[in-house]
């Protein structure tokens, strides 16, 4: 029932020709409403089975899964445009928001609520932080590899190989290790926020890709009422 909404309410016409808003079929005797919008029995029935289906870990699990998949996809998007054009384009975040907003509001079978709000905001900005990252570490290795190929950096690098005494270094450990990494991902994580000081635009528009994840997943509570009979119009004169 996947183009039945339940934003506003839907009636098609006079209560003589009432037509199920999920199936489009024309509703003769009863019919129920499901958030106001006019539906048959069979397809109230499917509604209500569709609604109950599956656990509510099992709805987070499957909202995880395809909002995850969502932002690979848009960071994906991302990076096959700056690839063929050579320019990094911002609004591709709005993009990564409606995907993955939209994703993970399938994956909660269309209820939505806070921790859907929440789980879809976190991949939208998940995704922004990998291509700002990206873009981060580009910036890098241009000015690294520039360094190194500056006179006297080569120089100063033959000088060292020579006047150096072999030597080992004892290998860093475990604890050492997931530091480095806990300060290498919030470095990423703040990317967007740095990037976005040097260019409000930039954050902008990162802040408006979450807004329409957001947005999109925001809770829905299924009301039903009926059986309501489907009076009969009286002729005109």
């Known amino acids: 029932m996947g183009n039945l909404q339940f934003d506003h309410v839907e009636r098609d016409g006079s209560p003589s020709s009432l037509t199920c808003a999920a199936c489009n079929q024309a509703i003769a005797t009863s ?3 499901v958030n106001g919008s006019v539906t048959c029995q069979p397809c109230r029935n499917q509604i209500m089975a569709g609604w109950s ?3 509510s870990g099992g709805r987070f699990a499957k909202a995880l899964a395809l909002g995850l998949g969502a932002a690979v996809v848009g960071a994906a ?7 063929l054009t050579g320019y990094e384009f911002g609004l591709v975040a709005i993009v ?3 995907l993955v907003g939209g994703a993970v509001r399938k994956g909660s079978n269309g209820r939505g609520g806070r921790r859907y709000q929440l789980l879809a905001v976190f991949l939208t900005y998940t995704a922004v ?3 700002d990252s990206s873009l981060i570490a580009r910036e890098l290795q241009k000015e690294w590899s520039a360094r190194a190929a500056s006179p006297a ?3 100063a690098g033959v000088s060292a190989s020579n006047d150096a005494a072999p030597s080992t270094s004892p290998h860093p450990g475990l604890p050492a290790i997931a530091l480095g990494l806990a300060v290498i991902i919030a470095l990423a994580y703040a990317a967007p926020i740095m990037i976005g000081i040097t260019s409000p635009i930039h ?3 990162a ?3 979450l807004y329409e994840a957001w947005k999109l997943n925001r809770g829905v509570a299924l009301q039903v009422t009926g059986p309501c009979q489907a009076a009969a119009r009286p002729a005109a004169a």
């Open 31 to 33: 019919y129920y409403e």
């Open 53 to 55: 289906r599956g656990s």
């Open 77 to 83: 998007i991302y990076f096959g445009i700056a690839a």
């Open 96 to 98: 990564v928001g409606l």
């Open 129 to 131: 932080v990998v291509t």
């Open 153 to 155: 950096a080569v120089a």
């Open 203 to 205: 954050l902008l528009i």
């Open 207 to 209: 802040g408006f890709a």
